[in-house]
Protein backbone atom coordinates (compact mmCIF):
# COMPACT_ATOMS: atom_id res chain seq x y z
CA UNK A 1 0.00 0.00 0.00
CA UNK A 2 1.24 3.25 -0.62
CA UNK A 3 -0.95 4.92 2.01
CA UNK A 4 -1.54 8.41 2.23
CA UNK A 5 -0.16 10.12 -1.08
CA UNK A 6 -0.53 13.99 -1.34
CA UNK A 7 0.20 16.09 -4.61
CA UNK A 8 2.22 18.60 -5.03
CA UNK A 9 4.90 18.25 -3.02
CA UNK A 10 5.57 22.52 -3.49
CA UNK A 11 3.75 25.52 -4.86
CA UNK A 12 4.06 29.20 -5.15
CA UNK A 13 0.63 30.99 -5.95
CA UNK A 14 0.10 34.22 -6.77
CA UNK A 15 -2.48 36.38 -4.66
CA UNK A 16 -6.02 35.37 -6.19
CA UNK A 17 -4.90 32.20 -8.32
CA UNK A 18 -6.77 29.00 -7.78
CA UNK A 19 -5.72 25.64 -7.25
CA UNK A 20 -6.19 22.11 -6.32
CA UNK A 21 -4.86 20.05 -3.55
CA UNK A 22 -4.94 16.40 -4.33
CA UNK A 23 -4.50 13.46 -1.41
CA UNK A 24 -5.55 10.09 -2.12
CA UNK A 25 -5.74 6.81 0.39
CA UNK A 26 -5.58 3.12 -0.91
CA UNK A 27 -6.35 2.10 2.51
CA UNK A 28 -10.03 2.17 1.95
CA UNK A 29 -9.99 4.60 4.40
CA UNK A 30 -13.70 6.10 5.38
CA UNK A 31 -12.51 8.87 7.16
CA UNK A 32 -9.98 11.57 5.59
CA UNK A 33 -8.96 15.23 6.58
CA UNK A 34 -7.53 17.84 6.05
CA UNK A 35 -5.21 20.18 8.12
CA UNK A 36 -3.01 23.00 7.71
CA UNK A 37 0.61 23.77 9.79
CA UNK A 38 1.59 26.89 10.49
CA UNK A 39 5.69 27.64 11.21
CA UNK A 40 5.98 26.38 14.98
CA UNK A 41 2.67 26.10 15.80
CA UNK A 42 0.67 22.45 15.56
CA UNK A 43 -2.02 21.46 13.30
CA UNK A 44 -5.55 22.79 12.50
CA UNK A 45 -8.22 21.41 11.21
CA UNK A 46 -9.62 22.42 7.92
CA UNK A 47 -12.21 19.82 6.21
CA UNK A 48 -12.96 16.41 7.23
CA UNK A 49 -15.16 13.46 5.13
CA UNK A 50 -16.85 10.80 6.53
CA UNK A 51 -17.35 8.84 3.87
CA UNK A 52 -17.84 9.79 -0.36
CA UNK A 53 -20.49 12.60 -0.29
CA UNK A 54 -20.09 13.67 2.83
CA UNK A 55 -17.94 16.38 4.26
CA UNK A 56 -18.30 19.11 7.33
CA UNK A 57 -16.29 22.00 8.49
CA UNK A 58 -13.30 21.76 10.62
CA UNK A 59 -11.93 24.85 12.62
CA UNK A 60 -9.97 26.78 10.01
CA UNK A 61 -12.79 26.13 6.80
CA UNK A 62 -12.72 29.73 5.41
CA UNK A 63 -11.08 30.09 1.84
CA UNK A 64 -11.05 26.56 1.07
CA UNK A 65 -13.65 24.24 -0.49
CA UNK A 66 -13.49 20.24 -0.34
CA UNK A 67 -15.41 17.48 -2.13
CA UNK A 68 -15.74 13.92 -2.07
CA UNK A 69 -16.69 11.96 -5.14
CA UNK A 70 -15.01 8.64 -3.88
CA UNK A 71 -13.53 6.56 -1.00
CA UNK A 72 -9.78 7.37 -2.32
CA UNK A 73 -9.72 11.05 -3.26
CA UNK A 74 -10.45 14.04 -1.23
CA UNK A 75 -9.23 17.08 -2.85
CA UNK A 76 -8.57 20.69 -0.82
CA UNK A 77 -9.10 23.48 -3.47
CA UNK A 78 -7.86 27.04 -2.89
CA UNK A 79 -10.38 29.38 -5.07
CA UNK A 80 -8.60 32.79 -4.58
CA UNK A 81 -5.11 32.38 -2.36
CA UNK A 82 -4.08 34.61 0.33
CA UNK A 83 -0.84 35.18 1.43
CA UNK A 84 -2.55 34.17 4.80
CA UNK A 85 -2.72 30.44 3.39
CA UNK A 86 0.73 30.22 3.28
CA UNK A 87 1.32 26.92 5.10
CA UNK A 88 2.00 23.39 5.20
CA UNK A 89 -1.32 21.14 4.51
CA UNK A 90 -1.46 17.26 5.24
CA UNK A 91 -4.03 15.23 4.14
CA UNK A 92 -5.19 11.96 6.65
CA UNK A 93 -7.09 9.16 7.06
CA UNK A 94 -8.33 6.75 9.43
CA UNK A 95 -10.06 3.44 8.91
CA UNK A 96 -14.10 3.28 10.06
CA UNK A 97 -14.97 3.78 13.94
CA UNK A 98 -15.43 0.46 14.16
CA UNK A 99 -11.84 -0.04 13.78
CA UNK A 100 -11.25 0.58 17.38
CA UNK A 101 -7.97 2.29 17.64
CA UNK A 102 -8.52 5.59 15.40
CA UNK A 103 -4.98 6.12 14.63
CA UNK A 104 -4.10 8.61 12.05
CA UNK A 105 -2.02 8.07 9.08
CA UNK A 106 -0.60 11.04 7.35
CA UNK A 107 0.32 12.32 4.28
CA UNK A 108 4.10 13.43 3.45
CA UNK A 109 2.33 17.35 3.13
CA UNK A 110 2.23 20.20 0.54
CA UNK A 111 4.20 23.36 1.02
CA UNK A 112 2.13 26.14 -0.66
CA UNK A 113 3.72 30.01 -0.63
CA UNK A 114 1.00 32.49 -1.85
CA UNK A 115 2.88 35.87 -2.60
CA UNK B 1 -13.88 23.36 23.23
CA UNK B 2 -10.52 21.23 23.74
CA UNK B 3 -7.33 22.92 24.11
CA UNK B 4 -3.61 21.17 24.07
CA UNK B 5 -0.64 22.91 25.46
CA UNK B 6 2.59 20.94 25.39
CA UNK B 7 5.47 22.14 27.71
CA UNK B 8 8.32 22.76 27.33
CA UNK B 9 8.51 24.39 23.90
CA UNK B 10 12.36 23.77 23.08
CA UNK B 11 14.35 21.07 24.80
CA UNK B 12 18.03 20.99 24.69
CA UNK B 13 20.14 17.93 26.56
CA UNK B 14 23.62 16.07 25.91
CA UNK B 15 23.44 12.87 24.60
CA UNK B 16 22.40 9.71 26.89
CA UNK B 17 20.08 11.67 29.21
CA UNK B 18 16.33 10.91 29.82
CA UNK B 19 14.00 13.02 29.50
CA UNK B 20 10.38 13.72 29.82
CA UNK B 21 8.21 15.57 27.14
CA UNK B 22 4.32 17.09 28.92
CA UNK B 23 1.28 17.36 27.22
CA UNK B 24 -1.75 18.43 28.81
CA UNK B 25 -5.43 18.74 27.50
CA UNK B 26 -8.26 20.68 29.17
CA UNK B 27 -11.33 18.39 28.26
CA UNK B 28 -10.99 14.65 30.07
CA UNK B 29 -13.16 12.81 27.59
CA UNK B 30 -10.58 11.78 25.24
CA UNK B 31 -11.36 8.66 23.23
CA UNK B 32 -7.23 8.53 22.94
CA UNK B 33 -3.89 10.54 22.92
CA UNK B 34 -1.65 10.20 20.05
CA UNK B 35 2.09 11.42 19.85
CA UNK B 36 4.13 12.30 16.99
CA UNK B 37 7.48 12.86 15.62
CA UNK B 38 8.19 15.46 12.89
CA UNK B 39 11.37 16.11 11.58
CA UNK B 40 12.22 19.38 9.59
CA UNK B 41 10.22 19.65 6.24
CA UNK B 42 8.83 16.66 6.48
CA UNK B 43 5.74 14.92 7.86
CA UNK B 44 4.52 13.37 10.99
CA UNK B 45 5.36 9.97 12.04
CA UNK B 46 3.04 8.23 14.87
CA UNK B 47 5.03 7.28 17.87
CA UNK B 48 3.08 6.24 20.41
CA UNK B 49 -0.85 5.64 20.61
CA UNK B 50 -2.43 5.75 23.89
CA UNK B 51 -6.09 4.50 24.44
CA UNK B 52 -8.17 6.26 27.32
CA UNK B 53 -8.73 3.04 28.99
CA UNK B 54 -4.68 2.35 29.13
CA UNK B 55 -2.53 4.22 31.42
CA UNK B 56 0.62 3.73 29.34
CA UNK B 57 2.32 2.17 26.07
CA UNK B 58 5.82 1.49 24.99
CA UNK B 59 7.91 0.99 22.25
CA UNK B 60 11.55 0.83 22.13
CA UNK B 61 13.23 3.57 23.89
CA UNK B 62 9.90 5.48 23.97
CA UNK B 63 7.18 5.77 27.10
CA UNK B 64 3.59 7.28 26.83
CA UNK B 65 1.66 7.74 30.27
CA UNK B 66 -1.87 9.27 30.18
CA UNK B 67 -3.66 10.54 33.18
CA UNK B 68 -6.98 11.87 31.91
CA UNK B 69 -8.33 12.47 35.75
CA UNK B 70 -5.55 15.29 35.35
CA UNK B 71 -5.52 15.98 31.73
CA UNK B 72 -1.98 15.14 31.30
CA UNK B 73 0.56 12.74 29.57
CA UNK B 74 4.47 12.38 29.08
CA UNK B 75 6.19 10.97 26.51
CA UNK B 76 9.47 9.82 28.10
CA UNK B 77 13.11 9.22 25.98
CA UNK B 78 15.57 7.18 27.57
CA UNK B 79 18.97 7.32 27.13
CA UNK B 80 18.41 10.40 24.29
CA UNK B 81 20.10 10.11 20.87
CA UNK B 82 21.47 12.75 18.42
CA UNK B 83 19.09 11.01 15.95
CA UNK B 84 15.85 11.31 18.24
CA UNK B 85 16.47 15.63 17.54
CA UNK B 86 12.93 16.26 15.86
CA UNK B 87 9.75 18.50 16.64
CA UNK B 88 7.47 16.00 18.84
CA UNK B 89 3.73 16.66 18.83
CA UNK B 90 0.51 15.76 20.62
CA UNK B 91 -3.06 15.52 19.90
CA UNK B 92 -6.13 14.37 21.69
CA UNK B 93 -9.18 12.69 19.86
CA UNK B 94 -12.14 13.84 21.64
CA UNK B 95 -14.89 11.24 22.90
CA UNK B 96 -18.25 11.11 21.90
CA UNK B 97 -19.59 11.90 18.48
CA UNK B 98 -16.27 13.78 17.40
CA UNK B 99 -15.39 12.10 13.75
CA UNK B 100 -11.75 11.35 14.83
CA UNK B 101 -10.92 14.78 14.95
CA UNK B 102 -7.53 15.59 16.56
CA UNK B 103 -6.79 18.99 18.05
CA UNK B 104 -2.79 19.26 18.63
CA UNK B 105 -0.64 20.60 20.29
CA UNK B 106 2.12 23.05 19.37
CA UNK B 107 5.26 20.80 19.84
CA UNK B 108 8.24 20.52 21.80
CA UNK B 109 11.55 21.03 19.62
CA UNK B 110 13.99 18.29 20.97
CA UNK B 111 17.46 18.68 20.20
CA UNK B 112 20.17 16.17 21.80
CA UNK B 113 23.51 16.90 21.46
CA UNK B 114 26.41 14.50 20.79
Known amino acids: NAGVTQTPKFRILKIGQSMTLQCTQDMNHNYMYWYRQDPGMGLKLIYY???????DKGEVPNGYNVSRSTTEDFPLRLELAAPSQTSVYFC??????????????FGPGTRLTVT | KQEVTQIPAALSVPEGENLVLNCSFTDSAIYNLQWFRQDPGKGLTSLLLIQSSQREQTSGRLNASLDKSSGRSTLYIAASQPGDSATYLCAALAGGTSYGKLTFGQGTILTVHP
Open chain 1, 92 to 105: ASIPTLSAGSYEQY
Open chain 1, 49 to 55: SVGAGIT
